[in-house]
């Protein structure tokens, strides 16, 4: 058996809860063709990089499956290309991940996510030196001749 991953993307024209019956869908899609369906995962709302059918927002979804007849790839694409809900989906052929990378990956996300966190400790910022009072322009010329005035100067 091959092990592969589909990512898919829904238009945000739906909410996160008709987001549920969508993703069955492709679940069946996937079942119909006898894909074992594996890890899968929802990856929120994200801006896409350019407007997909005047779309700017859609709701990303990760699922991994094994099939055993690799044939069964391109009628699956098809099926989702024809599909109203789905906006894109791209199919990788991809080493299957084991429990202990999914906890690894995991808990990398969840540091990242801490170290972005806003209430987070605020690192220490260095001072910056006090800005020097600005001088007026008059102020400037009356010292220029009280020097130039003082007969110390040779």
């Known amino acids: 058996m091959q092990n592969y991953e589909l990512l898919y993307i829904v238009s945000n024209q739906y909410t996160e809860d008709e987001l549920l ?15 074992q369906l594996g890890f899968s995962e929802f990856l929120g709302k994200k801006k896409l990089a ?8 859609g709701y990303y979804v990760v ?8 044939s069964a790839i391109a009628t699956i694409n ?3 290309k024809l599909d109203k809900e789905v ?15 999914i906890e ?19 690192k220490p910022v260095a001072k910056k030196p006090e800005a020097k009072k600005k001088v007026d ?9 009280e020097i130039l005035s003082d007969d110390s100067i040779e």
């Open 78 to 80: 098809n099926d989702l």
């Open 137 to 145: 322009m008059k102020q400037l010329d009356e010292k220029l001749d």
């Open 50 to 57: 350019y407007p997909i059918d005047k779309v700017n927002h």
């Open 21 to 35: 019956p969508i993703r069955e869908k492709v679940n069946s899609i996937l079942g119909k063709y006898g894909a």
């Open 63 to 70: 699922v991994e499956f094994e099939l055993e007849d690799g």
């Open 104 to 122: 690894r990956a995991q808990k990398q996300r969840a540091r990242a996510a801490e170290e972005a966190a806003p209430n987070a400790t605020p």
């Open 87 to 101: 906006l894109r989906a791209q199919i990788i052929a991809k080493p299957k991940i084991t429990e202990k990378e």
